[in-house]
């Protein structure tokens, strides 16, 4: 799949959503409820959870997030594939 280099680096610009990425690095798996209260405890981050809706919605145009239902809750994962085919133009 060919992702938009623009809409990935729009993505990346902003360090709420690095520090989205950074968490599901760690977790490989999240809810959105685990993922606010990591923000909000860990980060010390003063973010509603619409506002992180939002910049879950922008990390998924840029095909960085997927989410899928598990049971009654909706799961968060980061696919890598977009940044390694950023990449890999330029690391060839």
């Known amino acids: 799949m060919d992702w938009d280099?623009?809409?990935?680096f729009k993505a990346l610009g902003d360090s709420t959503r690095r520090i989205i990425l950074d968490?599901?690095?760690e977790r490989n798996e999240l809810t959105l409820?685990?993922?606010t209260t990591c923000l909000v405890m860990k980060?010390?981050?003063a973010i509603s959870r619409q506002a992180i809706?939002?910049?879950l919605n922008t990390l998924g145009d840029a095909g960085l997030v997927i989410?899928?239902?598990k049971g009654k809750y909706r799961v968060l994962t980061f696919n890598k594939e977009p940044l390694r085919n950023l990449l890999?133009?330029?690391l060839n």
């Open 5 to 8: 280099k623009d809409i990935i």
């Open 23 to 25: 968490e599901l690095t």
């Open 33 to 35: 409820y685990e993922l």
């Open 43 to 45: 980060h010390h981050l």
């Open 53 to 55: 809706a939002k910049h």
């Open 67 to 69: 989410s899928k239902r």
């Open 88 to 90: 890999k133009g330029w």
